[in-house]
């Protein structure tokens, strides 16, 4: 009888217990998280997306994304994306995982830095290596200044803009090292053209 009572005692603790952890762990705690991210970073909570001028969502500044088909020199480019079969698919994180010595590797950069030296006008040796390669998730958003500075040209000419005008946007658009130290100066290639197609209205 006393085993009984025990067993049964012993039954309901556990029973309390799994509902308050449940409640405390599964529902208290995911919704204050949800919360304080909506209240103090409701941007970043949300996918931190992008809207045009008109308020249309276009993408996320977090997620690299192509310029390409007609009119894709008009545009700055993004750097190459493995990451699934067209690119920038946030379902297909990946890098080529091609080691650098890879025929096919070598083969695509060799193709990419002949079509970059036609479209940008540039001798293949001052082609910067974000250019041509992938990041390792393949979804990287940003490009380096150099890149980046290295497209004014034809962009400028695509739109008929002056050359002053479109750099200037880039400098207005190329983000220091995190804390003046962490990384490399970067810059986001949405934003930028987003507001070359501001600036060319």
């Known amino acids: 009888m006393a085993s009984a009572r025990s067993t049964f005692r012993s039954t309901g603790v556990a ?6 952890s449940t409640v405390v762990l599964g529902i208290a705690y ?7 991210g909506q209240a103090a970073f409701h941007d970043q909570a949300n996918g931190s997306m ?3 001028s008109d308020g249309t969502t276009v993408g996320s500044s977090l997620i690299g994304q192509s310029f390409s088909g007609k009119g894709a020199d008009r545009w700055f480019q993004s750097r190459p994306s493995a990451a699934g079969e067209d690119g920038y698919d946030a379902n297909a ?3 080529s995982n091609l080691g650098p010595n890879n025929p096919d590797l070598v083969q ?3 193709e990419r830095q002949r079509r970059i030296a036609e479209a940008d006008g540039v001798p293949v040796s001052s082609i910067p290596a974000d250019a041509v390669t992938a990041s390792g998730s393949g979804l990287d958003p940003d490009i380096s200044p150099e890149y980046a500075l290295q497209q004014v040209s034809r962009v400028a000419d695509a739109r008929g803009l002056s ?12 983000e220091a090292r995190q804390l003046g130290f962490l990384g490399e100066p970067v810059v986001n290639v949405l934003e930028l053209n987003l507001a070359l197609a501001a600036a060319s209205r």
Not at 15 to 20: D, G, K, N
Not at 30 to 36: D, R
Request: aromatic share 2%.
């Open 93 to 95: 994180s990946s890098g």
């Open 108 to 110: 695509a950069i060799e």
């Open 15 to 20: 029973i309390r217990l799994t509902l308050l």
């Open 30 to 36: 995911p919704l204050a998280v949800w919360g304080v």
């Open 50 to 52: 992008v809207t045009s």
């Open 163 to 174: 050359e002053e005008r479109v750099r200037a946007l880039v400098e207005q658009h190329t």
